[in-house]
């Protein structure tokens, strides 16, 4: 998959990306990584070197084509939640409220009245608004900074609140406070002259209640991609994935740059801003790693009890060995999405309940890039950039 990310550079276009190698963190020597993805998409703009071919003139000409994002979706009001959490069901009147039971493993948080005021620890003030969702262990409220008004249905924030002895929030906020401060985001956005980065920014946290129920403030976001891509009959234009491939890029090359890697890319882990639906975040850092502490890489270890970890049809290669997460990772899991986006359907998902079955089939393809090309664009289908990944050298 990685000959794919690259070769998408290649065709009539030889973008510099940068002269300086460094480790990857899993024993092996990269380039660091680009925002150049193909032969439809040039890198024109400051530090984009351009080809003739433009379709990607810097900041502005990506703004004005990401459009094709709402259009493919025909996106008319964002929805209100995250991918993790689920709509409120409205209550019926007389009817008893139904219990929801949470994971084995984590206790579902309390619920706080509107209006609650929490403080973080920076000691700023936060007013809760309705609860708008919950997942198997948090609650998600609308939010806003405390004033005497009433938090509204147009707050900018949310606040995700869970018991301060589950661990998926506070692996969670190990990222956000190292490396999505709003200071942090704005001043790379700048000094690589983006319009915004797709990375959602850390406002504050705390605990709050009796028994120190665990918060963190977030931005608000609105519909997922996953659900903009079933209503599009599972097909995305070929403008709309590399738009798409170009913003998260930009996305991974930030926070590898800040030393985790994601992990885990996928359609419904990329949300719309609430606001400008054409923006599109990569969210849900649960399974962020920090591959280089303090600068010093992580070994590559094969580790048969971690064995599949992550999505089982984008993971990498590396995690169904039981590596840890990657920055070429990352890119492999990209290169899984963004075929699935033009092609609708990658090769392994008829038995995604056999993880080895996928495994062994990502390697199969891997090793023979035609063939995945012939399974995923039958005929005459496929886009024409990815025509030099058809072709087949002689043998001998």
């Not at 048969?304 to 990657?326: L, Q, W």
Request: aromatic share 10%; glycine share 10%.
């Amino acid at each position: 998959m990685s000959q794919i990310m690259s070769g998408f550079r290649k065709e009539k276009e030889k973008a510099v990306c940068s002269k300086t190698k460094y480790n990857d963190g899993t024993g092996g020597i990269a380039s660091p990584p680009c925002r150049c993805l193909g032969s439809e998409v040039t890198q024109k703009g400051p530090g984009r070197p351009g080809s003739k071919m433009a379709a990607d003139p810097g900041p502005a000409g990506r703004e004005v084509a990401s459009q094709s994002l709402l259009r493919a979706g025909t996106v008319k009001q964002p929805a209100l939640l995250s991918d993790r959490v689920t709509t409120m069901p409205r209550k019926k009147e007389g009817a008893a409220p139904a219990a929801r039971k949470a994971p084995a493993k984590y206790k579902l948080a309390e619920e706080f009245p509107q209006g609650e005021v929490l403080t973080d620890s920076a000691k700023k003030q936060w007013k809760l608004g309705l609860p708008i969702g919950q997942g198997g262990f948090g609650r998600l409220y609308l939010a806003n900074e405390n004033s005497s008004k009433t938090v509204g249905p147009d707050a900018p924030y949310v606040i995700k609140v869970e018991p301060s002895d589950n661990g998926p929030l506070f692996s969670e906020l190990k990222f956000y406070m190292r490396a999505a401060k709003p200071d942090m985001i704005q001043k790379w956005t700048s000094s690589h002259k983006l319009k915004y980065l797709g990375v959602p920014k850390y406002w504050g946290s705390g605990l709050h209640g009796k028994n120190g129920k665990r918060f963190m403030v977030m931005d608000r976001f609105g519909k997922d991609l996953q659900k903009i891509f079933e209503e599009s009959s599972r097909r995305f234009s070929h403008q709309t994935v590399l738009q798409l491939g170009l913003r998260l890029i930009d996305v991974l090359e930030y926070i590898h740059e800040h030393e985790y890697v994601h992990g885990d890319i996928k359609a419904s882990n990329l949300l719309l801003h609430h606001k400008h639906p054409d923006q599109v975040f990569l969210v849900d850092y649960g399974l962020a790693y920090r591959y280089s502490p303090e600068g010093v890489h992580k070994e590559y270890i094969e580790d048969p009890r971690r064995c599949h970890n992550g999505t089982i049809e984008f993971t990498s290669i590396d995690a169904h060995k039981g590596v840890n997460p990657s920055r070429r990772g990352d890119l492999e899991i990209l290169g899984y999405c963004m075929i699935q986006w033009l092609c609708g359907k990658l090769p392994w998902e008829d038995k995604l309940t056999d993880p080895n079955y996928v495994a062994s089939s990502k390697m199969r393809y891997s090793d023979d890039i035609p063939s995945l090309i012939e399974t995923c664009f039958p005929g005459k289908k496929r886009p024409a950039f990815l025509y030099p990944f058809h072709y087949r050298k002689p043998q001998g």
